[in-house]
């Protein structure tokens, strides 16, 4: 077994179950761009064997990543990468500070502030323990008040808790606290508005929006911040400068 697969194995000392540990590693990998789309994944078998894991735990992380979309079964063929269009920007930069810097006069318009129970996804995306708390914040984004963009971010609840001291830049408080953003992994999508996104943006349902789901890491290297953007095509436009 190549060593990308032998990389994958789960920490029997961490108290996350091996299936979500084990389709955390692989969905890191994916998005890192270790295997490419289209690739075939290995059978059940031979993953569960070559990382020391039973059958039953490599079906259900693969089963979850192909819920989340990662992952393709096709019948009589095996498992593979879900082919996905990603344009990762150059520079990571907050909302606040980006919308400074553009000239325009940025603020946020809360719509949630509290501590709940961690999602499966949210568990599986920023490495937490089941049962585990996190600060869900939910806001509007404006740029001299028109809303640009409906914002819904998730963190540890050991990293901040309590939302409620959060005012401005999500950014600027993680940094306060020594727990800066230092790179992400950023995922594109379009979407078409729901009612109560259209409504929250003043735009008919069903309008066409683009969704950034965001995953940002600390300086050592912990998924800490869980993000999605709904923003507005008309406002916002996404340039990526490529080079050879």
Known sequence: ME?????LTPDARNLTPL??????NLADAIHCGVWSAGEALPSERTLSDAIGVSRITA????????????IRRARGAGSFITPRV????????????????????????????????????EIVHLGLSPGAAVASLRRLRRADGIVM???????????????????????????????????A???????????EIASLMDVEPRTALLVITRIGYSSDQRAIELTDTYCRNDYYDFVAELRC
């Open 185 to 195: 992994l950023q995922h594109f999508r379009a979407v078409n508005a729901s009612s």
């Open 149 to 183: 963009a409906v914002e819904h971010s998730t963190l540890p609840a050991s990293i901040v808790p309590d939302p409620s001291a959060i005012d401005a830049s999500l950014y600027g408080f993680l940094e306060q606290r020594g727990m800066a953003i230092t790179r």
């Open 3 to 7: 060593t990308r697969w032998s990389a």
């Open 19 to 24: 299936y979500l540990q084990l389709a955390r």
């Open 59 to 70: 079906r259900k992380a693969i089963a979850l990543l192909v819920e989340q979309g990662l």
């Open 86 to 121: 990603e344009d990762p920007l150059s520079r990571l930069v907050g909302f606040t500070k980006k919308m400074e810097q553009r000239g325009f006069k940025p603020d946020s318009v809360w719509l949630e502030r509290d501590v709940r129970a961690a999602t499966r996804d």
